[in-house]
Structures are given as C-alpha cells and as structure tokens.
C-alpha cells in the first residue's frame, strides 16, 4: 500500500434534508487513479462535494495531505490542491473558452503561472485552443466536458475530482477523454474518478470502491472486483 | 397631445431624451451587476444616487470647488460606502435568501430617505455650475454643455466598467460569481470578496449617476425610489449581461420619456414609462441586447 | 395527547379572551377619544393587509409589491360611487363592490403577469402596476379630480365606533379566509407551489389558477380595507390612496411575524404598529428614521419572523410561556 493523498473516515452527510452517506470510509492513493462507482442516487457526488467543501459531513473527518479538513470551503479545498470537475461542468456559458480558462488559474498560488498552465492544456485538448474566443456554452458536449476538465488543471491541482466526465457523451469522444485522463495521471496527478460507466473505468482505474445507497459495499483492483459474482451481476447484468 | 413644430424641435427633444437617459443608464449598470452579485433588485440605487447629489451640494456650498471636480472625489468615497454597506449589513443576509436581501435593501433606502430628509430637510436643492447657461449649438440644435459634460462621463464610466470586466482577472471573477456562485467557489473565487467588490461598484456607479443628476436637476431626499424604478426600467429594456447594452436602455428611455413628455405631458411619461416596462417584462425579458434577468445564458 | 388537545383549545381559548375584549372595549370606554379604540382601529385594518398578502406572498411565495394597486383601487371606487350617489356612507354594498373591482383588477393582471414572470419579475409587476394606476389617478381629470383628490362629505359621520367594529370584522373575516384557505387543498396547492413549482406542476397541481386565487383574494381584502379608509378620511387623492406605505407596512409586519405562516402577521400587525405608535409619542420627528431602522434590524436579525423564532428554538425563555407555548403548539 503506497502513501494516501487522501482518506475518508466515517463520514455522514446531507443533501438538504436528506441523509446520503452512512460511515463512509475509504483513501485515495497518491498518483493512482482511484474510482467510485456506484448507481445514480448512490451517493457519489455527496461524497465529491464533501472532499471539495460544497457540503460539510455531520460526522467523521476526511484528512488530506496529512491534515483533517475541518469547516472546509470550496474555495479552501480549491487553496489546497483539490480540483472539482462537478456533475454537469457547470461552465461559465456566458464567458468564452479562454477566460474560463484564465478564471481556473485565479488563485494567487497559480496565477502567475496562467501562460505555461494555458500551454499545457492547450497541448492536451488541441480543440480548445482553436475555439478560444468562443463562449463556453457554444461548444458541443464533449468540448465542454474537455474544457471543464482544462480549467480544473489550470489550477495545478494535486488531486482532481472528476464527476461522471464521460455523461452524455459519444462513446468515440469517451475514448478520448478517459486516454486523457490516464496521461494526467502520469504526469503527476492523483485522480479519483466517479463514473457510471463501469467497463472503461475499469480499464483504466488502479482500484476502485462501490457505493450503494450511501454505503461503501464493496473495494478492490479492477481484476478482483471483476470477477466476483456480486459485482458482475450488479454491474454487468449477468453471473459468471 | 401637442406634436413637434420642426424636426429642429424633434430633434432637440430628442437630444436631451439622449442626454437624461445616459444619467439613467450609468444608474442602471450599477443596479445591474448587483443584481448579477445578489440576485436582488437593488431598491436603494436612487437614494444612493441623491446622497451622492447631497455631497455635491455641500461640496459646492463650502468650498470653491466646481461640481465636475465631484466626478473624481465620489468614486472613490462611494466604492468605500459600498464595501461597508455589504460587508456590515449585506453579507450577513446574503445567505438567509434573496426576501430578506430585497427587505434590506428597501429598509436602507426608506432609512436613507428619512435620514436625509432629517439632516438636510426636505427642501429642494439645486447645484449650478458655470456652465449652466453655456450652450453649443450644432444644426440647430442647442446641446447645454452641462449636459454634454455629464453624457461624456457617463460614457466614460460605462467604458470603464466594461474594460473592468472585460478585461481584468478580478472584473472575470465578477461575471463569474455572478453566473455560478459555486462553480466559481469551486476555482477558488471567495464569493464574498466578489460580491463585496460587485457591489462596491454598483454603489459608486449611483454616485456618478447622482452627481450628474445634481447638475441637471433640482433635487430632493424623495426623488431616489423614482429613480431606481427608471434605473431598473433601463435594466429591462437593455438586458442584463451587457454593459453597453443597459446603457443604451436608459438612453431609450430617457428618449421615451423626453417625447412623451413634450408630446403629452410630464405626468403621462411615467405612466409610459411603466407601462412600457411592464410591456418588455412580459413580451421580451431579455431586453434588446441581454440575456434574461436571473437566467443563466 | 391529552396534552394536545388541551393546548390547541388553550390557543383558542387565548383568542377568544383577546376577541371578547375587542369587542366590548368601546362600549366601556367614550370611542370617540379613546387613543387604544383608534390604535386598534388601525391595527385591524393592518391585520387584514398584513395577512392578505400572507396568503399570496407567504403561502404562495409570490412576493407582490402591488398592494397599494387594490387599496388605492378601493378607495377610488369607494369615493367615486358614493360621489355619484350610487351607494351610501359606510355601504356594504360599495365595500363588496371596491373589493370585487380589486379582484377583477388582481385576475386581469394576475394572470398576465403570473403567466409569464417569474417571481421577481412578478413582484416588480405589480409594483408598475401600482404605479400606472397612481399616474391615472393624477390624470383622470374629472372622474379622479386629479392631484387634488375627491372630498367625500365629512357630515356623514356618525361613530368611531363603527369604523372600529367594520375594521374588526374584515380582520375577522380575513383571518377567518386564511383559516379556511390554509386547511383546504387549496392551502395543500398553494404551499407545494412555494416549495417547488416544477414539481407541483408535475403532480398535476393547477399551479396558475391557484396563484392567482391567492393573489386576487388578498386584492379583495385589500380593496375592502381601501374602501374603508375612504370613508374614514373623507378624502381621497392618489398621493394618499398609493401610498407605498401600503405595500411596506404589512409586508414588513408579515415578515416580522412570519410569512407563511397563520398567526404571523397578526403578531406582526400588533407588534408593529405598537411600534410606530410608540415612536411616534416618544420622537416625533424621528419616527419615521426609527421605523425604518427597525426595519433594517428586523431583516437583519429575524429574517425568518417571529413565528419560526418561537417555534425553533426550544430553549427560549419566551418559550415557557403558556401563552406563547399555546401559540406555538397551534402552528
């Protein structure tokens, strides 16, 4: 077992009034990719929001780098290295692709390096800097997911959250994004990735937990979940 | 109804529609990124902008000074008002909802009202400069250089918002915040800081627009809940989410409300006023060149 | 259970004690100089206000800045009949008639801009609305007597006393109506349509048609309360009758006391209105700085009103109060 970027301790949360996770407890390795999987309504974007301060857990503690986040906000977590792609982008649409970019590396740590930050992802999605001038909501649905992913990294993050990044997507596109994902992974970043589509996380995922209705069920490397009976029947509608 | 006696008269009337609705506008900018920052109609903006007309006063009665040199001093003053009127009062609501904030505002502007009525007694004020009776004349057309003057700082003022948002990290942050609070608190932006600032600009805007308003017009603590209603009728005739677009808002109404009043009567333009707002409320909530009012793009 | 039940009827039992004062109060005291008879006199009539709107603006959540629109309709109406002579001093008729001109007004604009305008949008139409209408009036030429206003004959006057009990009785009723509305499905309707719209649509809820009964019923308590008013200061002009103070001072006792809920503004009303009434005695001229700061306080600190303040927190001192916990336990 290598070194936890990230650990989750017994963590209760809300969505509004209504409790979506029970003791909840799991880590993220340092530069893997750890994933989170789990039906719709499972839990998984509560458990992002909790690491990332959107929602603040009732109980337990979640500890990064070393210390306990305590009374966390978005924007501290952000100070800290942690980098929430939320479900849906939420893109500035009234801003083109370059000034979303730009709003990515705001903070003081990271802004002066915007000009380097802006080449790196410019490099890895090609297509956002032939759109630079563009508003962010005219974009298709795969740039836009692209684009949420390159603002994210302007801020340099040490962990990335990613939620359902490949949602609405073509299966072509999917590719794309998840042979991305891998090669940030390489370069450095930790990744924990919440995804529906299991098959392609699989593939590309160092480990992964299984939530179900707010509790952790399940754990384990890709191959070992595969073969057991529970989770394929789960997740890939048959036995054996 | 009374109509023009030349295209001369047209024309002048047209002119200074031009020039009142420019006063408006600047007014109307500011009430329109707060609501960006707050989600709220800002109630208040008017009473702002006659505080700003009762230093100018003050200013001119107690020191040499022309009323123009007030242009410079307010900004900066009334960016400070601004910051400590969010974060005293407004930042602790900010969360509570967007009933309380709109309370709150109306409470300061009845507050302001009654306060200035109090200090400054309900008299009307009037601030001349020497320019007062100073007029160009251009085909015909008599443009008084008090007005001229204050069109061109309107427009100054509306530039430099825009370059503001444009083009600075922190004017971004402000449209951000203004879109999506949490996406924006997810990058790191402090919403309060952004907020503070969004509406500190609001607030100085008013207190341009009231120092114009102070060289055109007699004045008194009343005359503010009207102006924000016309400042607010510019919003919806412009569109939010476009700076120049607010202005060209007031500026249509500052020319409807010219007409009618030639045409019919000063009593009648604000019914027109209000009925015409009701109208683009109704059949065109973007306004001309905007998005909707509250809806995301 | 026991103990239920036996709170609820203490509720009751506290308000009829209140109501059996009311009513025999002016038969003791001489009305016509008694300060509580007139201070209540206007209390009741900001009771009726303050929980007209309520049921739009606190029950529906469809905030209306327009509540001078109906009373302001219901003074006109009220002082442009009784000049015309077709209805009489203190008329039943031409109360009913004022408040029924309010609704027709509130369904017209109500379904235009309700059907259209979401909430904000909504709560500036209405304050146009108010507007327009106070622009006609200073035009209306001879139906409206312009700026001036009508003068209604002041020799008409009997009794303050009857100005106090028709007061009391639209309280009454407009507390009676909030009762009935608030117990019925409309009331179901009405409070699904404030916590979520979509949703209420999509469970087949009428969500217009309902917004539109709360809107025009708090316009036919308002018209009344207008109407009174006429025939209370024998003189009515749009300065006066579009007051924006109409649509300030029962919002404000609303959200003091609660919005959204049923004793809310009643509290509001009293509490507030002692207020004035108290700045008004103690500092004249800074009565109305004072009533506005207070505004400022209350939003500032009870944003939520009164009511939820005294219902959430369980270990207020007010709590123990047999009064307040009756009050409590009947919300």
């Known amino acids: 077992m290598g070194n936890p970027l990230l650990e989750v301790e017994h963590v209760d949360a809300f969505y509004g009034v209504a409790q979506a996770l029970w003791d909840v407890s799991f880590s993220v390795e340092e530069r893997k990719i750890t994933a989170l999987l789990g039906a719709n309504g499972a839990g998984k974007s509560t458990l992002l929001k909790a690491i990332s301060g959107v929602v603040q857990p009732t109980k337990g503690r979640i500890v990064y780098a070393g210390s306990p986040l305590v009374d966390c906000r978005p924007e501290m977590a952000a100070s800290s290295g942690i980098s929430h792609v939320p479900e849906g982008r939420r893109l500035f649409s009234g801003l083109t692709v370059l000034e979303n970019l730009e709003l990515g590396a705001y903070l003081p740590s990271v802004r002066p390096m915007t000009k380097e930050s802006l080449a790196r992802v410019f490099g890895l999605f090609p297509v956002l800097k032939t759109r630079m001038r563009q508003l962010a909501g005219t974009l298709s649905g795969g740039e836009q997911q692209m684009l949420a992913i390159g603002r994210a990294l302007m801020a340099r993050p040490t962990l990335l959250l990613l939620d359902e990044p490949s949602l609405g997507l073509a299966p072509i596109v999917v590719k794309l994004l998840f042979d991305i994902i891998k090669k940030l992974n390489r370069d450095g970043v930790t990744i924990l990735l919440v995804e529906q589509n299991v098959r392609k996380t699989l593939e590309i995922a160092d480990y992964a937990f299984v939530l179900k209705t707010g509790v952790m069920r399940m754990e384990g490397q890709p191959a070992q979940l595969l073969g057991d009976p529970e989770f394929r029947q789960a997740f890939l509608g048959r036995i054996g | 109804m009374h109509w023009f006696a030349s295209f001369t008269t047209f024309l002048q009337i047209f002119v200074n529609g031009i020039f009142l609705g420019c006063m408006y506008g600047v007014a109307a900018i500011g009430l329109s990124l707060i609501f960006g920052c707050m989600q709220i109609i800002f109630l208040a903006q008017g009473a702002v902008m006659i505080l700003a007309a009762y230093c100018v006063f003050w200013m001119v009665t107690f020191t040499p000074l022309s009323p123009f040199w007030a242009f410079i001093f307010i900004i900066p003053v009334f960016l400070g008002f601004g910051f400590a009127l969010y974060t005293g009062l407004f930042q602790r609501v900010a969360k509570t909802g967007k009933n309380p904030s709109l309370l709150l505002a109306f409470g300061l502007m009845v507050l302001l009202e009654h306060v200035m009525a109090f200090v400054f007694s309900a008299d009307y004020r009037t601030v001349t400069t020497k320019y007062a009776s100073t007029a160009l004349g251009l085909a015909g057309v008599s443009f008084s250089v008090n007005r001229v003057i204050v069109a061109l700082v309107a427009c100054a003022a509306t530039a430099l918002v825009f370059l503001f948002l444009k083009k600075t990290i922190l004017g971004k942050a402000v449209r951000a915040v203004s879109e999506d609070m949490g996406a924006a608190a997810l990058l790191g932006m402090r919403p309060e800081w952004v907020s503070a600032v969004t509406f500190s600009i609001g607030i100085s805007l008013a207190g341009v627009a009231g120092v114009a308003t102070c060289i055109i017009f007699p004045f008194d603590p009343y005359f503010g809940f009207i102006f924000s209603l016309k400042a607010l009728i510019a919003v919806a005739f412009g569109g939010l989410g476009s700076v120049g677009g607010v202005l060209l808002g007031g500026v249509i109404l500052g020319v409807l409300e010219s007409m009618t009043s030639y045409t019919i009567s000063g009593g009648w333009a604000d019914a027109v006023a209000y009925a015409a707002f009701l109208l683009v409320l109704i059949f065109r909530p973007e306004g001309l060149l905007g998005r909707r009012l509250g809806e995301k793009a | ?331």
């Open chain 3, 1 to 331: 259970m026991a103990g239920k039940l036996n709170s609820g009827k203490t509720g009751w039992a506290v308000g009829l004690v209140f109501l059996a004062f009311f009513v025999i109060y002016p038969f003791v005291v001489d009305a016509e100089k008694s300060y509580l008879v007139n201070f209540l006199y206007t209390t009741f009539i900001y009771v009726a206000l303050a929980q007209g709107w309520n049921l739009a603006g606190g029950f529906t959540g469809q905030v209306s800045l327009g509540t001078h629109a109906f009373f302001g309709a219901g003074c006109y109406v009220t002082a442009i009949l009784w000049r015309l002579k077709v209805i009489g001093y203190l008329d039943p008729v031409g109360m009913v008639l004022s408040g029924i001109c309010a609704v027709i007004l509130a369904i017209l604009i109500g379904l235009l801009l309700l059907s259209k305008l979401r909430g904000d949008y909504f709560a500036l139409g209405t304050l146009g609305l108010g507007e327009i209408l106070h622009v006609i009036a200073i035009n209306g030429g001879r139906v409206t007597e312009g700026p001036m206003g009508i003068n209604l004959p002041s020799d008409a006057y009997v009794s303050m006393t009857y100005y106090y009990f028709i007061a009391l009785v639209i309280a009454l009723f407009t507390i009676a109506l909030l009762l009935v509305i608030t117990r019925s499905s409309i009331g179901l309707a009405l409070v699904a349509i404030r916590e979520n719209e979509v949703a209420a649509a999509a469970n087949g809820v009428a969500v217009l048609k309902y917004k539109v009964i709360a809107f025009a019923a708090g316009a036919f308590v308002t018209g009344l309360c207008g109407s009174l008013n006429a025939y209370y200061t024998f003189h009515v002009d749009s300065a006066g009758a579009f007051n924006l103070d109409w649509v300030i001072i029962p919002i404000l006792m609303t959200i003091l006391g609660g919005a959204g809920t049923f004793l809310g503004p009643i509290l509001g009303a009293f509490i507030l209105s002692g207020i004035f009434e108290l700045a008004n005695m103690l500092m004249p001229q800074l009565h109305p700085i004072f009533s506005a700061a207070f505004i400022v306080l209350v939003t500032l600190f009870l944003p939520d009103g009164l009511m939820k303040y005294i219902t959430g927190h369980k270990e207020g001192v007010l709590k123990r109060l047999p009064l307040f916990r009756a009050i409590a336990r009947e919300t």
